[in-house]
């Protein structure tokens, strides 16, 4: 599913990342933790292609993504990865239903298809109501179960979450990391998720921990 071959990371002096190996399995909810700055971030990004390993192999679904020119990798990352940040990161000008399409528009996929698939992913975060409401107008937790939608519109291989709970309170952490589960269980979805949390850490598959910018 997602193979790391001697990941190495720097910037500047500063080594961030020590010759990782790694394997995600597809289906897998692994976290990531570690104290801050030991590369858990950086780490995901290079997962997640939005940054290149200094050196090392990055592979997905079989295919060396840090061989793939500019163009190929933006669009290999639009089909296979979604992402879940700390803040929901929403358009404020575009209704909940038009942010979970922005990705599959970017993708090519036809207006009907991409309505349909948001509003599917949108019932089953029990937000179909709130559809047509623009972020200001949802709470917390609603804007990042909407920010989860739009990173599945795509029937991504992977989706990559980095701390998604981490500006929510108690009750709608618990909702957010249940759904990581309730996801999994009904669309087989893949969940890499760099967390603080280790009530979260715990009740995944499994918990990568990173220190000085190698797994231990």
């Known amino acids: 599913m997602i193979e790391l071959h001697g990941i190495t990371k720097s910037f500047g002096t500063l080594q961030v990342l020590r010759g990782i190996d790694l394997t995600i399995n597809k289906s897998e909810v692994v976290s990531i933790v570690g104290p801050s700055?030991?590369?858990?971030?950086?780490?995901?990004?290079?997962?997640?292609?939005?940054?290149?390993?200094?050196?090392?192999?990055?592979?997905?679904?079989?295919?060396?993504?840090?061989?793939?020119?500019?163009?190929?990798?933006s669009a290999f990352r639009n089909r296979h990865i979604g992402f879940v940040f700390q803040f929901h990161q929403l358009l404020p000008?575009?209704?909940?239903?038009?942010?979970?399409?922005?990705p599959a528009f970017i993708g090519g996929m036809g207006e009907k298809h991409a309505t349909d698939r948001a509003m599917e992913l949108l019932e089953f975060m029990q937000l179909a109501d709130r559809a047509t409401h623009k972020p200001n107008e949802l709470s917390g937790g609603e804007k990042q179960r909407v920010a989860v939608a739009r990173a599945l519109v795509n029937h991504p291989s992977v989706v990559l979450a980095d701390e998604p709970s981490g500006s929510l309170d108690t009750h709608n952490k618990e909702e957010l990391h249940q759904l990581f589960f309730d996801l999994r269980a009904r669309f087989g979805q893949t969940f890499v998720i760099v967390t603080h949390d280790e009530k979260l850490a715990s009740i995944t598959d499994r918990t990568i921990r990173l220190v000085d910018g190698m797994i231990c």
């Open 37 to 73: 700055g030991a590369g858990k971030t950086t780490l995901l990004q290079i997962m997640g292609t939005l940054d290149a390993p200094d050196s090392g192999q990055v592979i997905i679904e079989e295919t060396e993504v840090n061989r793939l020119k500019e163009k190929e990798l």
């Open 93 to 102: 000008e575009f209704t909940a239903l038009e942010n979970v399409m922005i």
